[in-house]
């Protein structure tokens, strides 16, 4: 007897510590759930922002990094002579002014006096130099980081002026001079990347977090926040989830369907596009692909509207070649409409190419991304309509890389190009026959002379002339289905203002501040 | 003391047919490292170039040795992904993984013990068939969907912790064992149950053995023989369960960890697959693996402590 009374006590104690530590914990909390955003409370708050990414940082040296999602947040930590504007255009940076000689043949840099890198030195022209050769330089392997920058012909500089001299014209070399600057004798840009952005690089801890803090003795304008805390969340519902919670202030690149879970009472949700050209590309070398007339009889078949509309709630602007609407001049809009949908027209040029009762295909679909698995199942049904039986092969992203992209073992596949510079070239390159990222397997001779002829040209209005028929050249060739650029949807906390979309896939924070 | 060498012979075997069918793994699955890292921007002589620099133009046992070599002077390699040295990406996610698996352990043990021995004197009541449902219920219940409710509910509704934000292990410890406890309930629940529905039925096929209906018939009282004899001869089989439970825990938190957003092992791992970094797969398998197998021993060598008569190679 006196044991089980002894047994009943300990039961008991057991469960009275775990009530009281509930209690304890819920108590602080219990306090918080009451608070609103008032004044007082406006004091008190840090200033500074967590940010959601859905996927981690590759490396921080900013000359190795390759995910995209990486450059979007160094854009912060690292300038080049010259950097882009939410505008598109190439403005000076850490060159205070940039000269082009009318041949194109020479670029002459003056060096901005006194700009600081965040390890307290002093940007001299070693630096300078060390950081372009670095990306143009073959390193012990064989490649340079960036091929384009062979038309380096001649690098010649003193104490406050760098000169190249080309080779051959080149108009896009300017955009390629957004490469970091970075100090020439530090080996740590790995894990504790040193630049001369808004922003310093404070730590890192692996598929958890990455904190920057304003830099203090920036040369422009500073950064309105103290500190900005990125925090990884792989999975969207863990996005959202981290919304609701507070952990949490602002997300980029979701969906409607997310966004919608959020109440407008703690946040706003601004939209941009996301500046990639999503389509369904077709592996132009294999049958029934290599008919002009079956992909054109896709192109009258999808409706991109209609994915637009079914898929994306509306929110998307629908293209009609490898270009969008934020590359300003390059950006044809009439090519959009030159394939209106139309099953009759479709269903003629599959009887003319040989296909009157349609045909099987497969489209390979990057699992990790539900927008393109969404887009995947319209068009599937739209095909129906024309009597082309698809199937989606949904495939994880590293099978995609080796097999869609680096092998071209598919047939179709759905995903977003984007272009990492403002310059056209880097989404119309690509569909040269010769170019060894031709994934499509685009082949058209035509293309390839008028390709050659805008790299080499010297006349801005000629090349982007010259850029302007490439589009039309795939649009009327049918390349690929194009769909749209999608919809860049972002949860923005409710006081925090001065978000910027950029023409390029980056994050500038140092515009972002705390109204109130 | 035999036995315990022939246990940690066996361990280190185990051990090296994990690490090598991890690393064969790799070379079977589509997808190639150097292709993920460059990503888009990928061209030939760059592949190459990042190939040769890992290595992975070697063949497949020259490569397997290396690393092999290299596990055992401590160099685990360096991260593709991250370009840092595995150890040092994962050493805070070991400690974060550790303390969310005791946490549950702890959790199992204080709660299914007791009240599975308590659970035995409801056998044949009223509300036997309420608690046998419930039970069934609570095995029945993954983690992650019991996870999503819990953040939903504790998180978000209640505001116990703030999901998507682990506070850090060492500077923050109590805040942080505070996100991981409900993490950790999560992996305990479906185990919890089994161990009540294993502890019961060890209990009741012990009371209806011979020497407990002479011990009663003697005049002992019934408790008193539960709780004296009863429970001693359950031990052995309580404690291989509790060892296999461990290695429950471990799956367990490889999902959960996703759902709370927790930087432990269990998410770099899945993550890392994704990035084809199989310099840190390898090295987090292995561990796994270690920690696994290490349980196993452990609850083999007390329990044959126990009962000597296992040592002779007989079973519990």
Same mark, same amino acid.
């Given at each position: 007897?006196?044991?089980?009374?002894?047994?009943?006590?300990?039961?008991?104690?057991?469960?009275?510590?775990?009530?009281?530590?509930?209690?304890?914990?819920?108590?602080?909390?219990?306090?918080?759930?009451?608070?609103?955003?008032?004044?007082?409370?406006?004091?008190?708050?840090?200033?500074?922002?967590?940010i959601?990414?859905?996927?981690?940082?590759?490396?921080?040296?900013?000359?190795?990094a390759?995910?995209?999602?990486?450059?979007?947040?160094?854009?912060?930590?690292f300038e080049?002579?010259?950097?882009?504007?939410?505008?598109?255009?190439?403005?000076p940076?850490?060159?205070?002014?940039?000269?082009?000689?009318?041949?194109?043949l020479?670029?002459?840099?003056?060096?901005?006096?006194g700009?600081?890198?965040?390890?307290?030195?002093?940007?001299?022209?070693?630096?300078?130099?060390?950081?372009?050769?670095?990306?143009?330089?073959?390193?012990?392997?064989?490649?340079?980081?960036?091929?384009?920058?062979?038309?380096?012909?001649?690098?010649?500089?003193?104490?406050?002026?760098?000169?190249?001299?080309?080779?051959?014209?080149?108009?896009?070399?300017?955009?390629?001079?957004?490469?970091?600057?970075?100090?020439?004798?530090?080996?740590?840009?790995?894990?504790?990347?040193?630049?001369?952005?808004?922003?310093?690089?404070?730590?890192?801890?692996?598929?958890?977090?990455?904190?920057?803090?304003?830099?203090?003795?920036?040369?422009?304008?500073?950064?309105?926040?103290d500190?900005?805390?990125?925090?990884?969340?792989?999975?969207?519902e863990?996005?959202?989830?981290?919304?609701?919670?507070?952990?949490?202030?602002?997300?980029?690149?979701l969906?409607?369907?997310?966004?919608?879970?959020?109440?407008?009472?703690?946040?706003?949700?601004?939209?941009?596009?996301?500046?990639?050209?999503?389509?369904?590309?077709?592996?132009?070398?294999?049958?029934?692909?290599?008919?002009?007339r079956?992909?054109?009889?896709?192109?009258?078949?999808?409706?991109?509207?209609?994915?637009?509309d079914?898929?994306?709630?509306?929110y998307?602007?629908?293209?009609?070649?490898?270009?969008f609407?934020?590359?300003?001049?390059?950006?044809?809009?009439?090519?959009?409409?030159?394939?209106?949908?139309?099953?009759?027209?479709?269903?003629?040029?599959?009887?003319?190419?040989?296909?009157?009762?349609?045909?099987?295909?497969?489209?390979?679909?990057?699992?990790?991304?539900?927008?393109?698995?969404?887009?995947a199942?319209?068009?599937?049904?739209?095909?129906?309509?024309?009597?082309?039986?698809?199937?989606?092969?949904?495939?994880?992203?590293?099978?995609?890389?080796?097999?869609?992209?680096?092998?071209?073992?598919?047939?179709?596949?759905?995903?977003?190009?984007?272009?990492?510079?403002?310059?056209?070239?880097?989404?119309?390159?690509?569909?040269?026959?010769?170019?060894?990222?031709?994934?499509?397997?685009?082949?058209?001779?035509?293309?390839?002379?008028?390709?050659?002829?805008?790299?080499?040209?010297?006349?801005?209005?000629?090349?982007t002339?010259?850029?302007?028929?490439?589009?039309?050249?795939?649009?009327?060739?049918?390349?690929?289905?194009?769909?749209?650029?999608?919809?860049?949807?972002?949860?923005?906390?409710?006081?925090?203002?001065?978000?910027?979309?950029?023409?390029?896939?980056?994050?500038?924070?140092?515009?972002?501040?705390?109204?109130? | 003391?035999?036995?315990?060498?022939?246990?940690?012979?066996?361990?280190?075997?185990?051990?090296l047919?994990?690490?090598?069918?991890?690393?064969?793994?790799?070379t079977?699955?589509?997808?190639?490292?150097?292709?993920?890292?460059?990503?888009?921007?990928?061209?030939?002589?760059?592949?190459a170039?990042?190939?040769?620099?890992?290595?992975?133009?070697?063949?497949?046992?020259?490569?397997?040795?290396?690393?092999?070599?290299?596990?055992?002077?401590?160099?685990?390699?360096?991260?593709?992904?991250?370009?840092?040295p595995v150890?040092?990406?994962?050493?805070?996610?070991?400690?974060?993984?550790?303390?969310?698996?005791?946490?549950?352990?702890?959790?199992?043990?204080v %709660?299914s013990?007791?009240? +599975?021995?308590?659970s035995?004197r409801? *056998?044949? !009541?009223?509300?036997?068939? &309420?608690r #046998?449902? /419930?039970?069934?219920?609570?095995?029945?219940?993954?983690?992650?969907?019991?996870?999503?409710? %819990?953040?939903y509910?504790? +998180?978000i509704?209640?505001?116990?912790? *703030?999901p !998507?934000n682990?506070?850090? &292990?060492? #500077?923050? /410890?109590?805040a942080?064992?505070?996100?991981?406890?409900?993490?950790?309930?999560?992996?305990?629940?479906?185990?919890?149950?089994?161990?009540?529905?294993?502890?019961?039925?060890?209990?009741?096929?012990?009371?209806?053995?011979?020497?407990?209906?002479?011990?009663?018939?003697?005049?002992?009282?019934?408790?008193?023989?539960?709780t004296?004899?009863?429970?001693?001869?359950?031990?052995?089989?309580?404690?291989?369960?509790?060892?296999?439970?461990?290695?429950?825990?471990?799956?367990?938190?490889?999902?959960?960890?996703?759902?709370?957003?927790?930087?432990?092992?269990?998410?770099?791992?899945?993550?890392?697959?994704?990035y084809?970094?199989?310099?840190?797969?390898?090295?987090?398998?292995?561990?796994?693996?270690?920690?696994?197998?290490?349980?196993?021993?452990?609850?083999?060598?007390?329990?044959?402590?126990?009962?000597?008569?296992?040592?002779?190679?007989?079973?519990?």
């Open positions: 007897m006196k044991k089980k009374v002894l047994a009943i006590t300990l039961v008991l104690a057991l469960a009275l510590t775990l009530l009281a530590g509930c209690g304890k914990s819920s108590a602080p909390a219990a306090a918080t759930t009451t608070e609103t955003p008032t004044a007082s409370d406006a004091a008190e708050r840090p200033n500074e922002l967590s959601g990414v859905a996927q981690d940082f590759d490396s921080l040296d900013p000359h190795h390759t995910a995209a999602g990486t450059k979007e947040v160094l854009f912060n930590v080049g002579l010259v950097k882009p504007t939410s505008e598109g255009q190439l403005v940076a850490v060159a205070s002014d940039v000269k082009v000689s009318d041949d194109g020479t670029y002459t840099f003056t060096l901005r006096q700009v600081k890198f965040h390890n307290g030195d002093t940007v001299d022209m070693q630096d300078v130099v060390f950081s372009i050769d670095r990306n143009r330089l073959a390193e012990e392997g064989g490649a340079a980081l960036i091929p384009a920058l062979g038309v380096i012909e001649d690098l010649s500089y003193d104490d406050t002026t760098l000169t190249l001299k080309l080779s051959e014209p080149s108009l896009e070399l300017l955009s390629y001079m957004t490469l970091a600057i970075i100090p020439a004798d530090y080996d740590q840009q790995e894990t504790a990347p040193v630049g001369t952005g808004p922003f310093k690089f404070v730590s890192r801890e692996a598929q958890d977090n990455m904190v920057l803090e304003r830099f203090a003795d920036y040369w422009g304008t500073p950064a309105k926040l500190k900005v805390t990125f925090r990884i969340i792989e999975n969207v863990g996005l959202v989830m981290g919304l609701q919670s507070g952990a949490l202030d602002l997300v980029m690149h969906t409607s369907n997310e966004t919608a879970q959020l109440s407008t009472k703690d946040f706003h949700v601004e939209e941009g596009s996301m500046n990639l050209v999503q389509a369904l590309y077709l592996n132009n070398a294999v049958k029934p692909f290599d008919d002009v079956v992909r054109q009889a896709l192109c009258y078949g999808v409706d991109k509207q209609g994915i637009i079914r898929a994306f709630d509306g998307g602007i629908p293209l009609g070649t490898s270009m609407p934020s590359f300003g001049k390059y950006y044809d809009e009439s090519l959009t409409d030159y394939y209106t949908h139309d099953v009759e027209k479709a269903k003629e040029l599959l009887a003319e190419a040989g296909y009157p009762n349609g045909f099987d295909m497969t489209i390979s679909v990057p699992s990790n991304y539900q927008p393109h698995v969404d887009t199942e319209v068009i599937k049904e739209q095909l129906k309509d024309i009597g082309v039986n698809a199937t989606i092969l949904p495939v994880e992203w590293g099978v995609w890389l080796s097999d869609v992209y680096g092998a071209r073992e598919y047939q179709s596949t759905i995903t977003g190009l984007t272009s990492d510079n403002m310059t056209a070239r880097k989404l119309l390159e690509r569909f040269g026959s010769q170019i060894s990222n031709n994934f499509t397997n685009y082949n058209n001779s035509e293309y390839d002379e008028i390709l050659a002829k805008a790299v080499t040209s010297t006349s801005d209005e000629e090349q002339a010259l850029y302007r028929q490439l589009e039309v050249n795939l649009t009327e060739n049918a390349a690929n289905v194009y769909i749209q650029d999608m919809a860049d949807l972002v949860a923005v906390r409710n006081g925090v203002e001065g978000l910027t979309f950029y023409p390029l896939y980056v994050l500038d924070v140092s515009t972002l501040y705390w109204a109130d | 003391m035999r036995y315990t060498f022939k246990r940690i012979g066996l361990l280190l075997i185990t051990m047919l994990v690490s090598f069918l991890t690393f064969l793994a790799f079977l699955v589509s997808g190639d490292p150097a292709q993920t890292k460059l990503g888009t921007e990928a061209t030939p002589e760059r592949l170039a990042l190939r040769q620099e890992w290595g992975l133009d070697q063949p497949f046992f020259t490569r397997y040795f290396r690393w092999l070599a290299g596990f055992f002077s401590g160099n685990l390699g360096v991260s593709y992904h991250y370009s840092k150890w040092d990406l994962i050493a805070s996610k070991v400690g974060v993984t550790l303390c969310m698996c005791l946490l549950s352990f702890l959790i199992i043990t %709660v013990i007791p009240l +599975g021995i308590w035995y409801w *056998v044949g !009541g009223p509300f036997d068939w &309420l #046998t449902a /419930f039970n069934q219920l609570c095995m029945a219940v993954p983690p992650f969907f019991t996870g999503m409710l %819990v953040s509910g504790f +998180g509704v209640l505001r116990m912790f *703030v !998507g682990v506070p850090d &292990l060492h #500077t923050n /410890f109590g942080a064992v505070k996100h991981l406890f409900f993490a950790a309930v999560c992996i305990a629940i479906p185990r919890i149950a089994m161990t009540i529905r294993m502890m019961r039925s060890t209990v009741i096929s012990e009371m209806n053995k011979s020497y407990v209906r002479t011990a009663i018939s003697r005049g002992n009282d019934r408790h008193a023989v539960l004296r004899h009863v429970l001693k001869n359950s031990l052995v089989s309580t404690i291989t369960f509790l060892g296999q439970t461990m290695a429950e825990i471990i799956g367990g938190s490889i999902v959960v960890e996703q759902v709370f957003g927790i930087p432990g092992l269990g998410r770099f791992l899945v993550a890392s697959i994704g084809r970094d199989y310099p840190v797969v390898q090295t987090i398998v292995v561990l796994l693996a270690f920690w696994v197998v290490l349980v196993g021993t452990i609850a083999d060598l007390l329990n044959q402590t126990i009962d000597p008569r296992l040592r002779l190679g007989g079973k519990a």
